[in-house]
């Protein structure tokens, strides 16, 4: 039996060994704006996914890519939201370390895309992952996840200082998260303020 | 029960009055900045000049005795046109000797918009000049999922417009122009994650400009590019939340086109989509009225001492009762 989720951007149907992730067309966009948005997902989701994991990231093997469907492993692990504690949360930190010093920022850092499996964390959904060597793009980066923790666990506050243990690893770790902190300063409504006047 | 409540966060001067059923009286006076945007100490004296006379039209309507709680905006918002408002409540209140509410501004947005569509636990799209955000219920209060990561999408429209000397208010003008645009052309798509950022786009339409392209080609694809941003994080919070209802509310929830492509976006999802009349979208007094005798409901006020205004005040603060 195929299993069918829609996601916000894409159909991923869940087959017993493999899973195509088919990025369908969204009527709310022009389709000039829309064929590139879903080409250009496509084809650089594939390419990050196989780069993260030569650089020892645990993601799927892509088996194929064609305009806007990838084709690849499955990973039949549990669903990171469910089983989220401390020891999960820190070697989701070890893994961003990895993604980082590899260029590679995520986009999406959410426990939806993340899945265990034999004790490692496999990071999915590449969507909205770009190369980006500045501090900036990671500080935004594991702000999402910041976020994502506050939105998602109570005790997000002991998860989040677990994860950063984990992201410690990162040789750039002390910059990026000072970086963070002015991310989390900013974009609030003090600063957006002077940009009305 | 009937609640009073005072707009001032910014460019609107707004009374309105409300019962647990219905908007009793809205009176208001804008702000139209003579060039460029609105400049907070202007913003505040044009408020501090009109708050009688808006009261007085208010007071053509509905009698001061009958009203039970006086609620002003108290963030976020720009902090001298935050004071005028809350010095008329608390003056106000005083003179009734009823409770006084200070109201989150962005929370207000949210609770009218659920109060006259029905919508009853929505992914909100929340666009005006300075914010861009979208909100949804998590336990006890509201999280924002997804927010600019710099300027409000108004703003960014309003930049555009007055850098081709459109008049202000830019916003309709601009969806005007775009209506008759026949070409895309490409911009800076920039989602991270879930938030997003429209710097890029009004520099590179502004580029486009003086490099001679039709104008109603660039604030069309100005449009599309800033509006699909705005929905696909808006879908991705309802995928992600397992949410079925989207709110549109907020100035810049007037555009019929972000109103078409969000009831798009819900139709293809099954969702279903919300936007309340147009009066009721931008900054306006009957939002914090409502919001003040819910909260009023919930015996929650604010003592004077208490109800200094917060330019940086967040929806996450408040806790939700309701
Ligand atoms: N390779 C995979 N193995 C197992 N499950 C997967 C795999 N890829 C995706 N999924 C499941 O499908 C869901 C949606 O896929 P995802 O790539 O995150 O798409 P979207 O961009 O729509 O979020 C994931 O949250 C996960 O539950
Ligand atoms: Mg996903």
Redesign the interface.
């Given at each position: 039996m195929v299993k069918v989720i829609?996601?916000?951007?894409a159909e991923v149907r869940i087959h017993d060994s493999f899973v195509e992730k088919i990025r369908i067309r969204?009527?709310?966009?022009?389709k000039?704006?829309d064929d590139?948005?879903r080409r250009r997902r496509t084809i650089s989701e594939a390419r990050i996914i196989s780069n993260a994991r030569k650089h020892g990231v645990a993601t799927p093997v892509i088996l194929d890519v064609d305009d806007c469907r990838i084709v690849m492993e499955r990973i039949d692990g549990e669903p990171v939201r469910e089983i989220m504690n401390r020891d999960v949360s820190r070697e989701i930190g070890k893994g961003v370390a990895k993604l980082h010093s590899a260029g590679i920022v995520h986009?999406?850092?959410?426990p939806?895309n993340m899945i265990l499996k034999n004790g490692r964390i496999y990071f999915i959904d590449f969507g909205?992952s770009y190369y980006d060597e500045r501090v900036e793009?990671k500080g935004?980066?594991i702000?999402?996840f910041y976020?994502a923790l506050?939105?998602d666990f109570d005790n997000w506050g002991e998860l989040w200082e677990a994860f950063l243990e984990g992201y410690s690893e990162y040789g750039k770790f002390s910059h990026v998260l000072e970086r963070f902190r002015e991310i989390e300063m900013?974009?609030?409504?003090?600063d957006?303020?002077e940009?009305?006047? | 029960m009937i609640s009073l409540g005072i707009e001032s966060t910014a460019w609107n001067f707004s009374v309105g009055v409300v019962s647990e059923d219905e908007v009793i009286a809205l009176e208001g006076d804008a702000y139209i900045p003579r060039e460029g945007g609105i400049h907070p100490r202007e913003a505040a004296q044009h408020h501090s000049e009109v708050a009688g006379k808006v009261l007085a039209r208010i007071f053509e309507k509905v009698n001061p005795g009958e009203i039970d709680a006086v609620s002003f905006s108290q963030g976020p918002g720009m902090g001298p046109c935050l004071r005028i408002g809350a010095t008329v409540a608390r003056t106000l209140a005083l003179k009734l000797d009823k409770p006084l509410i200070g109201v989150n501004h962005c929370l207000a947005h949210v609770e009218i918009g659920r109060w006259l569509t029905g919508a009853e636990d929505p992914v909100t799209l929340y666009v005006s000049g300075g914010n861009s955000q979208v909100i949804a219920r998590r336990g006890g209060r509201y999280r924002v999922f997804g927010e600019t990561l710099d300027i409000g999408i108004g703003n960014a429209i309003d930049k555009f417009a007055r850098y081709i000397s459109l008049p202000h208010p830019g916003g309709p003008e601009v969806e005007r122009l775009a209506e008759r645009g026949e070409r895309y052309i490409e911009m800076p798509y920039v989602v991270k994650g879930m938030d997003f950022s429209f710097s890029g786009i009004v520099t590179h339409a502004m580029k486009l400009c003086d490099e001679g392209y039709r104008i109603e080609d660039i604030a069309f694809s100005f449009q599309e590019t800033a509006f699909a941003m705005l929905v696909e994080v808006t879908e991705r919070a309802m995928a992600y939340l397992g949410k079925e209802e989207c709110l549109l509310v907020g100035g810049v929830g007037a555009n019929s086109r972000l109103q078409e492509m969000l009831g798009l976006m819900c139709t293809d999802r099954n969702a279903e989509f919300f936007a309340p009349p147009k009066r009721y979208m931008g900054d306006n007094g009957a939002m914090i009225a409502y919001t003040g005798l819910l909260m009023m409901k919930h015996g929650i006020r604010t003592e004077l001492s208490e109800s200094y205004v917060k330019p940086d005040f967040r929806i996450e603060e408040v806790e939700i009762p309701w």
């Open positions: 829609m996601g916000g951007e969204k009527r709310y966009r022009i000039e704006l590139f948005l986009g999406d850092l959410t939806m909205l793009a935004v980066d702000h999402v976020e506050k939105a900013r974009g609030r409504y003090v957006k303020s940009n009305r006047s | -």
